[in-house]
């Protein structure tokens, strides 16, 4: 493939989706993010061409690893070749470990189908697929699930929903809501590639009482946070997202 390596000379572009011709795949690829040391990007793709031996079908979610110049297919569904329904707007994790994804795919984990976009993450180090918009019945929300974002350190994931069942005894009036997903309650130093055993295993059905709705808190979490931090002279980056 044609492309540059995590330690390509300055002021340079190179092409990620360069598919076998070398000058770009055969489909439109957008909605990119990328890890902070600049090596994992992930975006959304339809291309079929940007694996060796791979045809793709749909709308999938990729990776691409500037270091090894490979790209991964990460929402392979059953059939190995991509999920059968669009996935789509990517976040990804600080160490490029966890990326988090909306889908309306029903093949993305075995046993359970979901119905409506519906909220993903994908552990690189584990591969293993997780829903996060489990809702009461286990597979899935009952209404959809949009936009995902996931925090620097990969504890948290954002997102929009019309779901009414993501947290008990909510009614979301019919329009969307914001949503955080915690998926751990203490954030390590991020670097999950390094310990793996940092980020527990995840089962997807035991998740819906940790799926907390924002507008019920009175006072955002991360507003608490940056608040005490101001007061001790502390100092947050936080990492632009799409």
């Known amino acids: 493939m044609v492309s540059g390596t ?38 959304r793709s339809s291309a079929t061409d940007l694996i060796p031996g791979i045809t ?12 090894t110049q490979t790209t991964t297919l990460i929402t392979s569904g059953s059939s190995g070749i991509g999920g059968n329904h669009a996935s789509t707007w990517p976040s990804i994790s600080g160490d490029g470990n966890i990326i988090t994804f909306q ?24 591969q293993t697929t997780t829903l996060i918009t489990t809702g009461t019945s286990g597979t899935g929300g009952n209404n959809l699930s949009i936009r995902p974002v996931i925090s620097n350190q990969g504890n948290v ?14 009614t979301t009036n019919g329009v969307r809501q914001i949503f955080a997903f915690i998926l751990r309650e203490d954030p390590d130093d991020g670097d999950h590639n390094s310990d793996p055993e940092s980020v527990p295993e995840v089962q997807a059905t035991t998740f819906a009482t940790k799926t907390i709705g924002m507008q019920n808190t009175g006072i955002p979490l991360v507003g608490i946070v940056l ?3 101001m007061v001790i002279g502390g ?6 997202k799409q």
Not at 103 to 124: E, K, M, N, V
Request: glycine share 8%; hydrophobic share 30%; proline share 3%.
């Open 6 to 43: 995590a330690t390509a000379a300055n002021n340079t572009t190179e092409i990620i989706t360069s598919g076998p011709s070398g000058i770009g795949g055969n489909g439109e690829s957008y909605y990119s993010d990328i890890s902070e040391d600049g090596n994992i990007i992930t975006f």
């Open 56 to 67: 793709t079908t749909g709308q999938q979610i990729f990776t691409y690893d500037r270091t």
């Open 235 to 240: 100092f947050v980056s936080t990492r632009k």
């Open 157 to 170: 994931i954002t997102f929009e929903s019309r779901a009414t069942d993501l947290v008990p005894n909510l």
């Open 103 to 126: 889908s309306w795919a029903t093949d993305l984990i075995p046993g359970i189908t979901t119905d409506s976009y519906q909220i993903f993450a994908y552990d690189r180090t584990t």
């Open 227 to 229: 608040a005490f931090l």
